[in-house]
């Protein structure tokens, strides 16, 4: 089949083929900028000079909430059920408070992520997060009130 391009009071107008698949391929390229996440959402870290212990993780969560620092001591850590991957964590603060921060896994699943990356961040995070350290911390204030915290970044 063979289509010709038609004129009309000075115009080309388009044959219809050709307009729907323009109109397809914009729903397309829409559903592809919703259903994948941007590379601010992927997690990313960073190695030291010797490239040999990472020292800053970022892009933990969605980033959904209002960020805020936490300065404090690793306190106490806790692990999903197999024991690799920490799922919470305890901060001492210098005035004593303790705060409860969770610990978002949802980008284990992330398809951009490689499993060297994955590994490198699983073990910063051991690493980074080890009881007793001193840390600073990016959160994300969720919830009422902002109760709830969400680790975003750690360094």
């Not at 107008?13 to 601010?40: D, K, N």
């Not at 490689?114 to 997060?129: F, K, P, S, W």
Request: net charge positive; proline share 3%; hydrophobic share 40%.
């Amino acid at each position: 089949m063979r289509e010709h391009l038609h004129q009309r009071q000075g115009q080309v107008q388009e044959p219809a083929g050709v307009r729907v698949l323009r109109v397809l391929l914009a729903l397309l390229v829409i559903a592809l900028t919703w259903a994948t996440p941007s590379l601010a959402e992927v997690p990313q870290y960073e190695l030291d000079t010797a490239s040999s212990r990472t020292v800053r993780i970022r892009g933990l969560s969605s980033g959904q909430c209002q960020k805020d620092t936490v300065q404090g001591r690793v306190a106490k850590r806790e692990f999903d059920e197999r024991g690799l991957v920490i799922t919470g964590l305890v901060i001492e603060q210098a005035s004593g408070a303790r705060l409860y921060i969770n610990v978002d896994r949802s980008w284990l699943d992330s398809p951009q992520l490689t499993m060297v990356a994955r590994n490198q961040i699983l073990m910063g995070l051991q690493t980074l997060l080890k009881e007793g350290r001193q840390v600073d911390l990016v959160v994300g204030r969720c919830g009422a009130a902002g109760r709830v915290l969400i680790l975003e970044e750690v360094t």
